[in-house]
């Protein structure tokens, strides 16, 4: 009697915790979760998936592209050879890829930055480089440098350097090779001595970076933009420039000055020249002319023989009879000698009676 009745309470118990809550309420039990996901071959589908969903997680593979370098940690430790561009595949956790860049990078040394200027894509903006010269004036120096990380060391670079690298390599070299060179000079003569200068600072980098281990970094180009000279040296500067465009326009006016005369000699003696030609050509003319006519006189008086000497006679006494005939107050003159009468005169009208030969 006794067991039955504990077999009863102990069924009440058992049912009320089943349906209801400590208030009574009745609350549904909750479903039975089936782990076998429909069968075995499921099962083997989810467990892929999910190794595959845990290796992408993971990202066991980097892809290095064109322009940039892979430097492969193991264990923290870097490997010596750089990774080329393309897809690699890691060991996770073990393995981690740091990608560095190999394109060109500038630095532009500005003593005006201006607000529009930014950085970012390989180019950066650094104050002007402020070094003293011969004499110890501060002389501010504008460049524009473009260089590049050494693809074929970039492990040793990255491992020797550190990521930083281009703060302790590059601007460090470029500031004590500036330093160096404008050292040289005088500032007045910084101006005129210009493409020597940004050559020797040029040189300078070069044999600077060259000499490093494994030339961390491969010097593109060099452009010096401006030198920046303090405002009493500038001044000088300016004095002296104003002077020699006086001297250089003085020497310009003094050449006028000689070519003018050079001009006004030359067309005096030119004229001088064509005046003594004009006289020599007419003292030429009256010597022609007097030969011409001494020549002319050799051969009349060659020509002057006994016979026409006679013949000349002849005409004149026949002249003469015609001129009596008319006139008989004629006069006829004898040569000296009484070779042939030559002249004969009408007394009467002298002036139209009058020959002579």
Do not use: C
């Not at 009440?12 to 309420?25: A, C």
Request: hydrophobic share 40%; glycine share 6%.
């Amino acid at each position: 009697m006794a067991s039955d009745m504990n077999d009863y309470f102990n069924k009440k118990k058992s049912g009320s915790s089943n349906s209801s809550n400590n208030n009574g309420f009745n609350v549904p039990k909750p479903p039975k979760i089936d782990f076998n996901f429909g069968g075995g071959k499921a099962g083997i589908i989810y467990f892929i998936g999910g190794i595959l969903l845990l290796l992408i997680l993971a990202k066991p593979f980097v892809v290095i592209t064109e322009g940039e370098r892979g430097i492969l940690a193991t264990n923290g430790k870097y490997e010596a050879q750089a990774l080329l561009p393309g897809l690699h595949f890691i060991i996770p956790v073990i393995q981690k890829v740091y990608i560095v860049d190999t394109k060109v990078r500038i630095i532009n040394y500005a003593s005006r930055i201006e607000r529009t200027a930014t950085t970012g894509d390989g180019i950066e903006i650094k104050p002007a480089i402020t070094v003293l010269d011969k004499r110890g004036l501060p002389v501010s120096i504008e460049l524009t440098i473009q260089y590049r990380l050494n693809a074929e060391y970039a492990a040793q670079t990255i491992s020797n350097w550190g990521f930083s690298w281009e703060e302790k390599i590059i601007n460090p070299v470029v500031r004590d090779v500036v330093r160096n060179v404008i050292g040289n000079y005088e500032a007045e003569a910084l101006p005129t001595q210009r493409n020597a200068i940004a050559a020797a600072i040029e040189l300078g980098m070069t044999k600077s970076i060259s000499s490093l281990q494994n030339t961390p970094a491969e010097l593109q180009s060099v452009q010096l933009r401006e030198i920046v000279l303090p405002t009493k040296v500038k001044d000088q500067i300016e004095r002296v420039q104003l002077a020699k465009q006086q001297v250089q326009q003085a020497e310009q006016e003094v050449a006028k000055a000689k070519q003018e005369a050079l001009k006004r000699a030359a067309e005096a003696q030119g004229l001088a020249d064509a005046v003594k030609i004009e006289a020599s050509g007419k003292a030429q003319a009256i010597t022609i002319e007097a030969d011409a006519k001494a020549k002319a006189n050799l051969l009349i008086a060659r020509s002057l023989t006994n016979q026409l000497l006679q013949l000349e006679q002849i005409q004149v006494q026949g002249k003469f009879n015609e001129a009596l005939s008319v006139n008989k107050d004629a006069k006829i003159f004898l040569t000296p000698g009484g070779s042939t009468p030559n002249i004969w005169v009408d007394t009467k009208d002298a002036r139209k009676q009058s020959s002579v030969n």
